[in-house]
């Protein structure tokens, strides 16, 4: 799979399918999302883009309160590579793009884009709140910068009667309902160790909570799966203000680690 930035010209100049989002954790909706675009991409013969954003553009901007997300970057494209899409476009979230509305957002996509199709979810919307552009317009706004691009909204997905969200899998994760927040993912929840820095202390190893980049449930034991280059260990992982302790059964330097359930 490959990656770029946004604003840069497709190179390959091949038509593809676009889904653009946060996609925070890569959740259960957001998976159909994506199944669709790459479905519809390799019936075509087109190559199967997914778009997401340097940093949530609603926690940038204050209308959300700022969290660390659900999944780290390499998390996220080891998944969207597993999914089978040809492209990760990453979208700086700088000032200038904020400013945008949903009409030049569509217009610059087209412009670096051969777009065949987009594939969102019902809730999509692109471009500056006070002149966005959602499902409603997006199709008007795809034949206007395109010859024929089509528009593929994807129903939400429910569980337990309630509609999967990032929102809901954080809130889940906060109040220390893991089993909840694993329902949701569509698997359970991980923290990916690799790159972050730790302290050795007989069996146990101390990760200090500023430099994990992923949201942590509350203080607390947890039983949790630690992998290291295949090898698999169940251990307890205590969570404090400050401080990760793994505690290992054996030597091994983890990679990530996945939470049990009860």
């Known amino acids: 799979m490959e990656t770029t930035v946004f604003g840069e010209t497709n190179k390959s100049g091949k038509p593809c399918v676009v889904s653009v989002g946060v996609f925070d954790g890569l959740h259960l909706g957001h998976a159909r999302i994506i199944a669709q675009n790459v479905a519809l991409a390799h019936r075509n013969g087109w190559m199967s883009v997914v778009m997401t954003f340097s940093v949530n553009p609603k926690m940038a901007k ?4 700022a969290l660390k997300p659900l999944s780290s970057m390499r998390f996220f494209d080891e998944m969207l590579e597993k999914a089978g899409v040809d ?15 949903g009409e030049e957002f569509v217009a610059m996509l087209c412009t670096s884009y051969s777009v065949r199709a987009m594939v969102v979810g019902t809730s999509f919307r692109c471009g500056n709140p006070s002149s966005s552009a959602g499902v409603s317009n997006l199709e008007g706004l795809l034949s206007k910068y395109t010859s024929s691009a089509s528009l593929v909204v994807v129903p939400s997905v429910f ?4 509609e999967v969200s990032s929102s809901l899998i954080r809130r ?27 302290e050795p202390s007989q069996n146990r190893l ?4 500023r430099a994990l ?8 034991l ?7 280059s295949g090898a698999l260990a169940k251990c307890r992982l205590c969570v404090s203000e400050d401080h990760l302790a793994l505690e290992l059964p054996v030597r091994m330097i983890p990679d ?7």
């Open 213 to 220: 980049g992923q949201l942590l449930p509350p203080e607390g």
């Open 172 to 198: 889940c994760l906060l109040t220390g309902d893991l089993d909840k927040a694993s329902r949701l993912l569509g698997r359970a929840y991980s923290l990916d160790l690799r790159d972050v820095p730790y």
């Open 206 to 209: 101390f990760y200090s909570v």
């Open 256 to 262: 990530g680690i996945t939470f049990l359930g009860e």
């Open 87 to 101: 492209q990760h476009c990453i979208i700086d979230f700088s000032d200038d793009m904020s400013k945008l509305t």
């Open 159 to 162: 569980v337990e009667g309630e």
């Open 62 to 65: 204050g209308s959300m309160k």
């Open 222 to 228: 947890y039983m949790v799966e630690a992998t290291a």
